[in-house]
């Protein structure tokens, strides 16, 4: 990796970030853009970021190769569960919110910040890489990461959950990698053109996000700024000095360090609300999260590099 070339592309994902600060300020966007578009980034943009990574690619993996990397991303994010379960244990966080907290520290915020950052660094191949994370990813968020924030989950309703648009286009980028399927030229470019808005659409998400919520609320409770540390800090240290004895493909390891560094995932609010939890810790925890890591990821990255 070029650092100056990093650092360029870090600035461009902060301006657009402050871009929907901004706007969100200017109250021009608001909770209300956020809940139209987060879906369409998720579910179709990303959708087709997923896609468009293998169609013309040069990329040459075999079928155990990419099993090995899904087998690579799931110790990444068990690993940064095990940061969530001694969290709350090292800290005397009790009740509902130990479970809260675990489950923030495990799960990170990959669509709306770190597949941005990976793809601005490593283009279509580097997106294809991390995609492979979202099959570990929902299947343990909608298993154990429910059962933390609820105490329980709820068989198959809960199971139907884990097939989210960017799993199944996972999947599909997987067998059109492995089979080398020739997709038509205009899907290959739709597919092309709806991806290159993943990035400054979701910037825009995560601005947004930020001016919608007022500084002085954040700087009370303790609580968040420790999910903070553990995600952002933590859990990529844990990741780097773990993965590094055995991955030896330096690309894999630093898109699994990318992806550890991520600031609290934005699911964490909706989940509070829809099961009556603490939904002002994990809305404080997201933000903060956010806010902090356009610092903290640069910073990862420049490990890195060391």
Not at 251 to 266: Q, R, W
């Amino acid at each position: 990796m070029d650092m100056p070339a990093i650092v360029t592309q870090m600035a461009i994902l902060v301006i657009l970030m402050v871009a929907g600060f901004v706007c969100a300020k200017l109250k021009l966007t608001g909770p209300a853009f956020n809940k139209a578009v987060s879906p369409v980034v998720m579910n179709v943009l990303l959708v087709a970021t997923i896609l468009s990574s293998v169609m013309g690619t040069e990329l040459t993996l075999s079928f155990p190769e990419i099993m090995t990397i899904i087998g690579f991303m799931t110790i990444m994010i068990c690993l940064c569960g095990v940061i969530g379960v001694i969290t709350p244990k090292l800290f005397r966080i009790n009740g509902g919110d130990a479970g809260l907290v675990t489950m923030m520290v495990m799960f990170m915020n990959s669509v709306f910040v770190a597949f941005p950052v990976i793809q601005s660094i490593y283009g279509r191949e580097g997106i294809f890489y991390a995609s492979m994370s979202n099959i570990p990813f929902n299947a343990l968020l909608y298993t154990y990461g429910l059962a933390k924030v609820r105490g329980g989950v709820n068989g198959w309703q809960d199971a139907r959950k884990i097939l989210s648009p960017p799993l199944v286009a996972t999947v599909i980028a997987i067998v059109i990698f492995l089979t080398e399927l020739q997709v038509p030229e205009f899907i290959a470019r739709s597919c092309s053109t709806l991806g290159s808005a993943t990035i400054p659409m979701s910037m825009l998400v995560v601005g947004t996000s930020l001016g919608g919520v007022a500084l002085k609320e954040m700087v009370r409770d303790w609580k968040i700024y420790i999910v903070s540390a553990a995600r952002l800090l933590v859990c990529p240290v844990l990741v780097w000095a773990v993965m590094r004895l055995f991955v030896t493909d330096i690309m894999t390891l630093h898109i699994l360090v990318i992806l550890a560094s991520a600031p609290v995932a934005m699911i964490a609010s909706i989940l509070t609300i829809q099961y009556d939890r603490n939904e002002a810790l994990a809305s404080k925890s997201v933000f903060i999260s956010t806010l902090l890591s356009s610092v903290t990821m640069p910073f990862m990255i420049w490990l890195l590099l060391m």
